[in-house]
């Protein structure tokens, strides 16, 4: 039925404008099944004779105003419960079909004491790697070196004297192999001193945030959090019932003052603030600490690109200055590396371990051992060193690169996050409007990621967006720069012409 939605388009208009227009008749008239998924991004470019960017981007806006939900793996659906609450439209009754939800099917409205899938996070298109220009966070250009020591590690895990401490379910510990790495190779670098009872492996960030919520939060409990700040431990801590509180930041991140106060844990990205990039100085460190003993406040200190520091010398993490256990450190141990293999790990005082380890043993019992011990040997043969390195430097000759690109192509923008990391904080100009870009960039092949979703609050300010470069290939970067520039000329001028 969808079919006859799909008019021929009209010339002079935009052809997002008339596709979301065209997808929102067929979903309100009820050409469309909530039960079933709309066609995929290829199918229904290849039907349109459109480009696939097109497509993705349409949805992606029918996701951000409520229309669609993703679902991992199925695709794109039709939000019934948006439509009916929101809008007041129900949809028409489609025919019944094989497998469909009988009538005495669940109200899992009724019953689901919390919907995920409503929440809105940071939507990337799966197809990100089709821009020419993916200035995309959280994913890493592909190197073939790394692959094939990696895979090397794989194959040495495989054998009898490695397999026999992975092949068992070991309940709740982890690989010993690796946890000694952490301890030797990568805390101190962070001047951070553990011992193996003070550290548990995690399947990465978010799932480290997810246990201390479920044990250290709840509805008396009320988290500090910056603002703008990282989205997913905004959501991590919400559904585990705490209120939160914004807290200010400013160019030198999370700002200590009375705002901490009424607080009983905050989270903070000391090293590199998220998603803005900067640096919290020592002098600020040692005043967080020193607010925390006086308000008996729990830290929890995200880690996240601590080695990226290509510009000078990194600050010693929080943790290290703690001798009170106040802090809890997380790390990621994958996200430079290979985020698909999904490790991190958290360092606090042993009780608060101890009740972690217990918690997750009824979650997963321990992330896959084979995993771990591959990263470990990683880790003793120096692998990780290596990457880390070739990785800086790829990473500051890129930073280079894109500051000039920015200077020459977007004078009127503001960069910030100067102290190393994979990604830009650019601010535009007054009632520049980040969404309005986005859209006329993807049509040119450039991908960035708007940076109202990080606020808090109602109406949170438009003129912010993010610029990562750690998945972008260095040669394409200066003309997805200039690229990004004409985007912004056409923005203005359409802006110019509509008020004129």
Known sequence: MLERYLR?????RGLQEQLRENLLDAIIDGALSPTEALPSSRKLSTLLGVSRNTVVLVYEQLVNDGYLTPVDRRGYFINEKYLREQLGVRLKPSPRKLFERPDEAPDWDRRLRHQPSQLRGIV??????????????GQVEFDQQTAARWRNCARIASLGAHMRHWIDDQINRDDPLLVEQIIQRLLPKRAIKARAEEILITIGTQNSLYLLATLLGGAGVRIGIENPGYVDARHIFGLGGSPLKPLRIDHQGLVVDAQLEGCDLVFCTPSHQSPTGVTMPVYRRMALLASARANDLLLIEDDYESEHNYLGSNH???????????????????????????????????ELIHELRALR?????????????????????????EHIRRLRDSLGRKWRILTRALDVHLPDFQAHGMAGGSSLWIKGPADFNAWDLH???SKLGVLIEPGEIHFIGENPPRRFFRLGYGAIPEDRIEAGIAALGRAWRDVAANTEAASG
């Open 439 to 441: 859209r006329q960039a």
């Open 361 to 385: 043993r009824y979650m997963y019992r321990h992330p896959p051992l084979n995993n771990q011990r591959i990263l470990a040997l990683f880790l003793s043969m120096g692998y990780h060193d």
């Open 8 to 12: 021929p388009f009209e010339a002079g």
């Open 124 to 137: 990337k298109p799966r197809q990100w790697h089709d821009y020419g220009y993916p200035f995309i966070y």
């Open 316 to 350: 010693p993490a929080l943790k290290s200055f703690d001798d009170s256990g106040r802090v809890i450190y997380v790390g990621s141990l994958t996200k430079s590396l290979l985020p698909g293999v999904r490790l991190g790990f958290i360092v606090a005082d042993e």
